[in-house]
């Protein structure tokens, strides 16, 4: 079977990117139909854009930045209390033929059932149709002690999908569960099989499964037939004491096969869209040498720490970018412009 091309991820990445510099108004000539998750931005949404967008509330501002790089929607927080904004935000995006995706709480009880319907609506007057959500807190790793600890957040999580779900067929909205370095494939695999439902299928995370070492290539094959949308990024990895620093990198600086894992998501979900989710901050520690690791993760230790070093040596020429928040705020902001242009360029130089 022939592998994919790079042509062929271009138009799974459905166009180009225009790396421009933030703030320049100039016209751009290709926009890409990647859309850009707000936590791509963090750091210059925290400095206000560096005085860009001035009176505008968050949400508009983050679109009219991204509409300045060129993408072509972004994924984002939708306030409910805030209806207002939220067709504003719609107005924009349809003018600019940006998409919008949602970042949704699920309901945590019955209780809360309102405030997560409150949400979905002001997300549909926003302009979505799909939301992103986790059903676990934290990192498994440094969230839970004991197994029996976390399968009592998952059984929650499955909880609090099955009260969403009744809302979300009202209202015909889907709700895209993230693999968050939480549940192994085969885990959330049986998450949505326990649901069942139309309107509940997975945004793909294409990199965080690896903290749970497990293959990148293999948790996308086993996830993209539930994909309702995806958060692509790269990735560096780099050796300490403990085990190994993950760090997010420019799309195409990293170790993942990009190419091979878009083709297979566009194969079997073609309508499914891409969210660059590249973050500049610390590298995440995976202390993979240490017993704490593995108290939640059941399964033989030696196969998969062989499996992921394999998938680390692999690359071995990658550049490991270090620490973030110890630099001038200036330094970082440029990281992250660097981060996200580049990764939009990335798919202009596949042309």
């Known amino acids: 079977m022939n592998g994919p091309t790079r042509r062929g991820v271009l138009l799974a990445l459905a166009g180009?990117?225009?790396?421009l510099q933030f703030g320049r108004t100039a016209e751009i000539a290709r926009r890409t139909g990647l859309g850009i998750v707000t936590y791509a931005l963090g750091i210059h949404e925290k400095q206000r854009w560096g005085g860009r967008h001035s009176g505008l509330p968050p949400l508009l501002a983050f679109l009219e930045e991204c509409h300045l790089l060129g993408?072509?929607?972004?994924?984002c927080p939708v306030v409910p209390e805030d209806p207002a904004h939220a067709v504003e935000l719609r107005r924009r995006a349809e003018r600019y033929a940006m998409h919008v995706e949602a970042i949704l709480d699920p309901p945590r009880d019955g209780a809360d059932v309102a405030r997560f319907e409150r949400a979905v609506?002001?997300?549909?007057?926003?302009?979505?149709?799909?939301?992103?959500?986790?059903?676990?807190p934290g990192r498994r790793y440094e969230r839970f002690k004991t197994l029996a600890e976390f399968r009592e957040f998952e059984a929650r999580g499955l909880k609090s999908l099955q009260l969403a779900e009744p809302i979300l067929a009202r209202h015909q909205f889907r709700l895209a569960v993230e693999n968050h370095k939480d549940q192994i494939i085969a885990e959330k695999?049986?998450?949505?099989?326990?649901?069942?439902?139309e309107w509940i299928g997975l945004c793909v995370d294409v990199a965080n499964n690896f903290a749970l070492l497990e293959d990148p290539v293999e948790t996308v094959r086993a996830l993209a037939p539930l994909a309702f949308t995806v958060h692509i990024k790269d990735m560096a990895v780099q050796e300490y004491a403990d085990g190994w620093l993950i760090a997010d990198v420019a799309l195409g600086?990293?170790?993942l096969p990009l190419a091979e894992m878009v083709h297979i998501l566009r194969a079997a979900k073609p309508d499914a869209r891409f969210n660059l989710e590249t973050i500049t901050r610390d590298p995440i520690k995976l202390p993979v040498h240490r017993d704490e690791f593995w108290a939640t993760l059941p399964g033989e230790r030696a196969t998969r720490l062989?499996?992921?070093?394999?998938?680390?040596?692999?690359?071995p020429d990658i550049v490991f970018p270090g620490e973030v928040s110890s630099l001038p705020i200036e330094r970082q902001l440029e990281l992250e412009r660097r981060h996200v242009e580049r990764s939009l360029a990335y798919a202009k130089t596949l042309m």
């Not at 993408?71 to 994924?75: E, H, K, M, R």
């Open 121 to 136: 609506v002001t997300a549909r007057e926003a302009g979505a149709d799909i939301g992103r959500t986790v059903i676990i």
């Open 189 to 197: 695999l049986d998450t949505l099989r326990r649901v069942s439902s």
């Open 253 to 255: 600086d990293g170790i």
């Open 16 to 19: 180009t990117g225009l790396g």
């Open 306 to 315: 062989a499996r992921a070093a394999t998938i680390v040596k692999a690359k």
């Open 71 to 75: 993408a072509g929607g972004i994924q």
